[in-house]
C-alpha cells in the first residue's frame, strides 16, 4: 500500500510541483484555499483548506501519514497585506503542527524553508544549517517574508523538540521551474528575453549573490526526506537542527550573472533569431552589493548529500536552459 501524504498549500508552484512528482509514487492529498492545475485533479485527492482555520486543516490531515507543508504569502502581497501574511504564515504553521502532533497516525511533516532566512547582505564564509537568522539583511521589500520564515522555522523546531515525531525543515534556495511565481526576477527575464525585449536587471541589486534550486532537485529531496520519515529511519536527537537540511546548488551567482545566462539561452534557443540586450536599470537607490561579493560565501549541503542522498544538484544555468527551451517551443515556430 502507498503512503499517503498531504500537501498543505499544494496548489501553489512548490506545492504543486511536488504532488505532481510524489503521485508516482505516493497517494497524495492538496490542501488548499485554491483550487490545483487541471492535471492534478486527475491524479491527486483536492481538499478544500484554509491554514488559518483549526479545525479545517484537522479535517484536511484526517487521513494522511506524513504533511509536507508549503503554505505562504509570499512578495508582494505580503507587504500588500500584512495581516493575511501573519494569519497564513504564523498562525497557519501553528494550526499544521499542532494537527500533525494531535493526529497519532501522522508520523511527521516537512516544512518547505528557504535560504532567504540568513540575508542576503554582507554573507560571508560558509552557509551551512547552524548559519543564523539575518532578517534585517535583506532589501525592505522582502523583509517580513525572511521574517514569516524565520517564525515558520522557529515553531517546527519547537515542535521537533517537543514531540516524538520529525519535524523537518529543508531550506530551499530560490527555486527555478516551469510555474515560477511570475513576478521572480527569473521568471520576468525569461518572459522579456523570449519576446526580444531588453532584460532588465535594477543596478543597486545587480551584484546580488543568489542561492538557486531547480525545482526537480527540490522533489527529489522531498521524496527521500518523506521516506525516512515514514520508514523511521531518523533519529529524535536533544537539537532540531539535526533536523534541517540545506537544499540548493552550492554556488552562488549575482542577479546580473542571471540575466547573461538567460540572454545566452534564449539566444540559443532561437539559434540566434532572439537577442535581447541587457538594460541596467537605475532607480536611484543605493548600491547594497559589490561584484566581488558573489565570491565571498560558500553553501554547505554536505547534509543533502549525506542524509538525502543527493550527490549532484543543477546549476541555474541547466535549469534556465531547460525553461527557456519548453517556453520557446510552446511560443516559437522557425
Known amino acids: 500500500m502507498k503512503y499517503k501524504i498531504g500537501i498543505v498549500g499544494g496548489a501553489g508552484f512548490i506545492g504543486a510541483s511536488l504532488a505532481r512528482y510524489l503521485v508516482k509514487n505516493f497517494r497524495v492529498t492538496i490542501l488548499d484555499v485554491k483550487s490545483p492545475p487541471k492535471d492534478l485533479k486527475e491524479v491527486a485527492n483536492y481538499l478544500y483548506c484554509d491554514v488559518r482555520n483549526y479545525k479545517e486543516v484537522v479535517k484536511g490531515l484526517a487521513d494522511v501519514d506524513l504533511i509536507i507543508h508549503t503554505a505562504i504569502v509570499q512578495i508582494p502581497l505580503i507587504n500588500e497585506q500584512k495581516k493575511l501574511g501573519y494569519e497564513v504564515n504564523v498562525i497557519g504553521t501553528q494550526n499544521v503542527c499542532k494537527a500533525v502532533e494531535e493526529n497519532q497516525g501522522i508520523k511527521g511533516m516537512i516544512l518547505a524553508g528557504s535560504w532567504h532566512t540568513v540575508g542576503e547582505r554582507e554573507l560571508k564564509g560558509v552557509i551551512d544549517e547552524k548559519f543564523g537568522f539575518r532578517p534585517d539583511k535583506v532589501e525592505s521589500r522582502a523583509r517580513l517574508y525572511a521574517l514569516s520564515k524565520i517564525a515558520q522555522e522557529s515553531i517546527?523546531?519547537?515542535?521537533?523538540?517537543?514531540?516524538?515525531?520529525?519535524?523537518?525543515?529543508?531550506?530551499?534556495?530560490?527555486?527555478?521551474?516551469?510555474?515560477?511565481?511570475?513576478?521572480?526576477?527569473?521568471?520576468?527575464?525569461?518572459?522579456?528575453?523570449?519576446?526580444g525585449e531588453p532584460i532588465t536587471p535594477f543596478r543597486h541589486s545587480m551584484y546580488r549573490p543568489m542561492l538557486y534550486l531547480d525545482v526537480r532537485d527540490a522533489c527529489r529531496a522531498y521524496e527521500a526526506y518523506a521516506l525516512k520519515i515514514l520508514n523511521g529511519e531518523l533519529e529524535k536527537t536533544e537539537n532540531s537542527l539535526a533536523h534541517i537540511i540545506n537544499v540548493y546548488y552550492p554556488k552562488p551567482i549575482t542577479i546580473l550573472k542571471l540575466a547573461e545566462i538567460v540572454k545566452n539561452a534564449v539566444i540559443k534557443c532561437s539559434h540566434g533569431k532572439i537577442i535581447p540586450r541587457i538594460e541596467i536599470m537605475d532607480r536611484g537607490l543605493p548600491i547594497l552589493f559589490e561584484e566581488k561579493d558573489v565570491e565571498s560565501i560558500e553553501a554547505d549541503i554536505s547534509k543533502a548529500r549525506n542524509y538525502l542522498g543527493i550527490r549532484k544538484l543543477k546549476s541555474p544555468q541547466e535549469a534556465i536552459n531547460r525553461i527557456v527551451r519548453a517556453r520557446f517551443d510552446k511560443t516559437h515556430t522557425y
Open 156 to 195: 517546527v523546531r519547537f515542535y521537533d523538540e517537543m514531540s516524538d515525531k520529525i519535524y523537518g525543515i529543508i531550506r530551499m534556495g530560490t527555486v527555478l521551474g516551469d510555474g515560477m511565481p511570475e513576478k521572480t526576477a527569473a521568471n520576468i527575464f525569461i518572459e522579456k528575453g523570449l519576446k
